[in-house]
């Protein structure tokens, strides 16, 4: 499910242990989808038992499932088990990564002055192991818990920083990842040029090493630019291949933020019908989510086109 992302190396499993082959997302999606329930309650009972190493691996084992359903009220609870059961042991490195996550998770759900302070104590960590891969992770996850508080210019000095960390990596995915991120946090302050030079040299990188889902994420923020800047039609061609992308990834978090802008631009291109239709979709995406906000203020738009007023949230999202 997140096959660019940081190898977790695990111990052998005990005698007798025969692991499941999982070869394939669809795979994967339903292995989580059948042992999600289980999987938390072995995080639990590996805590209670005082299994600390595994309440540990648990929580970063789930970790994208969890953020691509924006489950966040699973994954909080996850992150908060697996802090304890880093501050258990004497390894800075799990304890700087578990502040990492539990600040990140907590800004994704509005706890902002809890999640920032746990993400102080990551950079604080980060800076004593002295060691760039930690380092770029915290600026990584300061850049997203800004976003989610309006702050774009923090966000993209946090993202800079992520960019200048993963160049000297040695590692493409990851600073064409940076240069998404930074890219959209541009976007958002409406430095459309910069923006559009980080998408535009970070896109053949994920073409080149199969990264679908940094692929998406810099054709949606191609389309911010767009919508921006008065091109519609550009826009809705550059939101209809990021939903693609992202429905192919199972990124139903992204899936929702994309219709929502693709309807935008197809509304601004004077189609009202196309447009109700995907913001519906939009609307029950963030619902489900638990992002009321967002879903109350697609409502919103949506009670402003006649054939949806009044219409409840009950269908799913086609």
Not at 128 to 143: G, N, P
Not at 156 to 179: C, D, H, I, K, Y
């Amino acid at each position: 499910m997140h096959p660019h992302g940081k190898v977790i190396a695990l111990p052998a499993p005990v005698p007798g242990c025969v692991p499941e082959q999982v070869a394939t997302q669809a795979q994967a999606w339903a292995w989580f989808q059948r042992e999600q329930a289980c999987a938390l309650a072995a995080q639990r009972a590996a805590a209670d038992r005082r299994e600390h190493l595994a309440a540990w691996l648990l929580m970063r084992s789930l970790y994208p499932f969890h953020h691509l359903t924006a489950d966040m009220r699973n994954h909080v609870e996850a992150c908060r088990t697996a802090l304890n059961a880093a501050l258990s042991q004497n390894d800075p490195t799990l304890q700087c990564d578990a502040h990492r996550f539990l600040g990140e998770a907590l800004c994704g759900i509005g706890r902002h002055d809890e999640g920032m302070e746990h993400l102080h104590t990551a950079l604080t960590t980060a800076r004593h192991l002295d060691d760039r891969s930690y380092l770029s992770a915290t600026h990584h996850a300061f850049a997203l818990a800004w976003e989610h508080q309006g702050r774009h210019d923090e966000a993209l000095r946090s993202a800079t920083r992520f960019l200048r960390l993963a160049a000297l990596s040695g590692n493409p995915v990851l600073e064409a990842r940076a240069r998404s991120q930074a890219g959209r946090n541009a976007a958002r302050l409406g430095r459309h040029d910069l923006a559009v030079a980080h998408c535009r040299a970070a896109l053949p990188v994920h073409r080149e090493y199969h990264d679908r889902d940094g692929e998406a994420n810099s054709l949606f923020t191609l389309g911010l630019t767009a919508l921006d800047t008065g091109d519609a039609q550009q826009a809705a061609t550059h939101f209809q291949a990021a939903l693609t992308l992202f429905r192919t990834q199972a990124n139903t978090s992204m899936q929702a933020d994309t219709l929502d802008r693709f309807a935008e631009a197809l509304h601004a291109g004077g189609d009202r019908e196309q447009a109700g239709d995907l913001w519906h979709d939009a609307a029950v995406l963030y619902h489900q989510q638990g992002r009321h906000d967002d879903a109350t203020r697609v409502q919103r738009r949506l009670n402003g086109l006649s054939r949806f007023h009044g219409v409840p949230l009950t269908e799913s999202a086609r």
